[in-house]
């Protein structure tokens, strides 16, 4: 299959959105950016297509999707019921980087968007290309992030076309995303309420929101435990070199370093400005230490540029886990495996 890629200018767009919407109304995949990361779309309601979207990206199927709507309203058109914390929750931080967990309107879905469970997430994405998409369609659409499974998700729309050329036939290219790491899951089918994944939206957000909000345990060792968000439990953000965390200290990284070319290893570092000069054979730019905004839109990117490397090891430096830091530390403890560098 080709792969029609146009970029979006902001001028006449409308015109890209009513072909992207066209596809997916025929039951055809389109991927397209949020304000997190890249997204593939199909028609939520069409098993096919949905069918389509686990074999692009050789999904596990007991993993669910996270259903994007154009407009806040659609909750009710989609959630068997909406509860008041849900309202709360739109009028608060939709559009934007969280997705609800609410109990699914039955026959609504196709089955495999849910993979089986009565519960749907629902997303209503803050970026002109998704709202026009899915404003333009009046679908709901089904869309995990536009990577094959196991890799980065993609922030720009290269990444896309570099996981799925040839497998689809439509992406809408916004550039490089604003967020850069995917959305808060919030299931609020439990009381309170609990973040089955951070993001960008953070507990201390939702607190004054909503009220209480309990965490899962964010374990290294996500293999172990029965998840609660499904998605949780695969090895997820891998490129394909190991990836190692490290502390951000130029003195210990340049002895990691050191101890690991006498191993006969290449290096790749990921790590905020400023740590140039630890001899490692690569080095790639996340950001500012002290900012962890800036080291999330960039993570990805970096993790994906190793790939295009011939390390053998990858060090990345950690961050405070403080606001959008504690999503970016549950990525990088995925992408390591828990694995930490000690020397
Ligand atoms: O930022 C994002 O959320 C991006 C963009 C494209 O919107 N999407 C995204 O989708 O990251 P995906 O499919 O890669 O991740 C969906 C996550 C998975 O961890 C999945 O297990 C969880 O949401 N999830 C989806 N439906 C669920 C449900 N009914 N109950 C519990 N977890 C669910
Ligand atoms: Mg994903």
Redesign the pocket.
């Known amino acids: 299959m080709d792969t029609v890629m146009t970029q979006l200018t902001g001028q006449g767009d409308e015109l890209l959105f009513r072909d992207a919407a066209e596809i997916l109304k025929n039951g055809g995949l389109v991927a397209f950016p ?7 779309g199909a028609d939520a309601t069409n098993e096919k297509a949905v069918g389509d979207i686990y074999r692009a990206k050789g ?1 596990p199927s007991d ?4 259903v ?1 709507i154009g407009t806040a309203g659609e909750l009710e058109r989609y959630a068997a019921e909406v509860p008041e914390v849900a309202w709360k929750c739109a009028e608060a931080f939709w559009p934007g ?1 969280l ?1 609800l ?1 609410v109990r ?1 309107k039955p026959g609504v879905f196709a089955p495999s968007v ?2 089986g ?1 009565d ?3 629902l ?1 209503m ?1 803050a970026h002109p290309a ?1 709202l026009g998409l899915l404003q333009t369609s009046g679908l709901p659409v089904a ?5 094959t499974s196991g890799k980065p ?1 993609p922030t720009r729309a290269e990444h896309v076309a570099s996981d799925m050329d040839g497998k689809i036939p439509y992406i809408l290219d916004g550039g490089p995303t604003g ?1 850069g ?3 808060t ?1 919030l ?1 609020l089918t439990s009381n309170p309420p609990v973040i ?2 951070p ?1 960008a939206v953070t507990a201390e957000m939702l607190r004054p929101v909503i009220g209480d909000v309990n965490q899962t345990a964010d374990a290294g060792d996500v293999e172990d435990e029965a ?6 439990k695969y090895t997820h953000y891998s490129p394909e070199a190991p990836v190692w965390l490290i502390g951000p200290d130029r003195e210990q990284i340049r002895n990691a370093v050191r101890l690991l070319h006498g191993e006969g290893k290449r290096v790749a570092l990921v790590a905020p400005e400023d740590f140039g000069g630890t001899g490692a054979d690569w080095y790639f730019r996340t950001g500012r230490q002290n900012d962890p905004a800036s080291v999330s839109v960039q993570l990805y990117a970096s993790l994906r540029a190793c790939d295009g490397t011939d390390a053998d090891i990858i060090l990345a430096t950690t961050v405070n886990d403080e606001g959008i830091g504690g999503a970016v530390m549950n990525r990088l403890n995925k992408a390591a495996g828990g694995r930490l560098f000690r020397n």
Do not use: F, K
């Open positions: 949020t304000e997190t990361v890249y997204g593939l999904r993993n669910p999707l996270i994007h980087p997705t967990i699914a849910t993979a469970l519960t749907v997430g997303r994405p998704a869309a995990p992030s536009a990577n998700s967020i790491i995917e959305s899951v299931d089955l994944r993001g998840p609660r968000s499904p998605g949780m």
